[in-house]
């Protein structure tokens, strides 16, 4: 039943093919014997040639012809070549998809392992991923940022981590006591360069002591976050929210904060020398002791903002909003600008030789292991 089912197929396929070939020859037949002799016979109109003319004339339309369905079968192959070319690299970017999602799920995986080592590698590997995959850079980005909120809440809540109260001096740098954090810190930061701007949630963070410098910040939502004793240095923090943060002898020399939000931030101690604070928002922002030294604070809004003791000498407050600001006792010299107006005697504030030059700090990274001094403001 089955081998006559079967030869009643293959017979029908002969007898298709078969038909293909006959027809394809009576077209051929067509095409190069009869049709190039009707083509000239109307080219002539009733006029008459010689057998031998009238041969040479049909040769040409057959040569004509011939060239045009060579060119038709080259430009077909050619299609056909592009077509096949087309569904090859199809198949190979789905083959690489598929890759790329079997990584990520493998990446994601190992960062919920309980060996640092393990989840350091995961977090390498979406790294890797996201420098070569755009359509997963933001997905990394946010993975990395929800890590961060994850392992490290601020007030600390792990057993081992440091209490909230201890002192920042009894703090290890974040690169020895949560090597993994570090990394998705730096990768969150390294990658942000290649982002839009836009809002990331790592707020209510635990940062102290942690290695910022270099990477790029910009539009994260750092709110209630801890960065008591962090190199901040040369960070790219515009737009940044920093409503409530915890920045207490942070080093944020030379780092870029247009526009950011520290309204009620603690900033005591903290160094922003040469610091861009264009049109940031300090309002009831606690900077006693902070050193500003050479900032740009042009534009700079401080209303209610304690500066008392704060180092001031050099710096831009051109147009900056000092309404019910605490300046008693800071430092300034001849080369503070100051808002239009703006009364330096009345204020209490205490005028002292320019110190010159600000050096660049060669060393940035040292200030996650500096010996933080105590504060004489409490």
């Known amino acids: 039943m089955g081998g006559s089912v079967r030869g009643r197929r293959r017979a029908t396929r002969a007898v298709a093919v078969a038909s293909v070939v006959v027809a394809v020859l009576a077209v051929l037949f067509v095409v190069f014997l009869v049709f190039p002799g009707l083509v000239v016979d109307h080219d002539l109109a009733g006029d008459h040639l010689g057998a031998a003319e009238r041969l040479n004339a049909v040769n040409n339309v057959r040569t004509t012809l011939l060239q045009a369905i060579g060119g038709a079968v080259v430009l077909f192959g050619a299609y056909a070549t592009w077509r096949q070319l087309r569904v090859s690299q199809d198949g190979l970017n789905a083959t690489r998809e598929g890759h790329v999602t079997d990584r990520f799920s493998r990446a994601v995986e190992q960062l919920g392992s309980d060996k640092l080592d ?40 792990e057993p081992g981590s440091p209490a909230a109260d201890v002192s920042i001096n009894a703090v290890r740098p974040l690169e020895t006591r ?40 910009n539009g994260i939502n750092l709110d209630g976050t801890c960065l008591e004793a962090a190199s901040v240095y040369q960070v790219n923090l515009s737009g ?8 207490r002898h942070a080093e944020l020399g030379t780092s870029i904060l247009h526009q950011v939000r520290c309204l009620e931030a603690d900033l005591r101690g903290a ?61 300034a010299s001849d080369l503070t600008i100051w808002p ?15 110190p ?11 200030a996650i292991t500096r010996q933080a001094p105590p504060l004489l403001s409490t």
């Not at 933001?138 to 600390?156: F, K, Q």
């Not at 940044?240 to 920045?247: D, F, Y």
Request: glycine share 10%; charged share 25%; hydrophobic share 45%.
């Open 356 to 366: 010159g030059a600000e050096p660049d700090n060669l060393l940035p990274a040292a």
């Open 271 to 331: 160094r922003l020398v040469k610091a861009d604070l264009h049109e940031a928002n300090f309002s009831g922002a606690d900077l006693r002791e902070a050193n500003l030294r050479k900032a740009r604070a042009h534009g700079a809004v401080f209303v209610r903002a304690d500066l008392r003791c704060a180092d001031l000498r050099g710096c831009d407050l051109g147009g900056a909003d000092l309404r019910q600001a605490k300046l008693e006792g800071a430092l």
């Open 118 to 157: 393990v989840r350091i590698g995961g977090i390498y590997a979406l790294w890797r991923i996201a420098d070569h995959s755009v359509r997963d850079h933001e997905a990394v980005v946010s993975i990395m940022a929800a890590y961060l909120r994850t392992h490290l809440p601020w007030p600390p809540q």
């Open 178 to 217: 949560a090597a993994d954090a570090q990394v998705a810190l730096t990768c969150l930061g390294v990658l942000g360069q290649g982002r839009d701007p836009g809002w990331l949630n790592v707020s209510f963070t635990d940062l102290r002591r942690a290695d910022c410098d270099g990477l790029w910040l």
């Open 340 to 354: 239009t107006g703006f009364d330096v005697h009345t204020a209490g504030i205490v005028v002292a030789e320019d």
């Open 240 to 247: 940044a929210s920093l409503i409530a943060a915890n920045l």
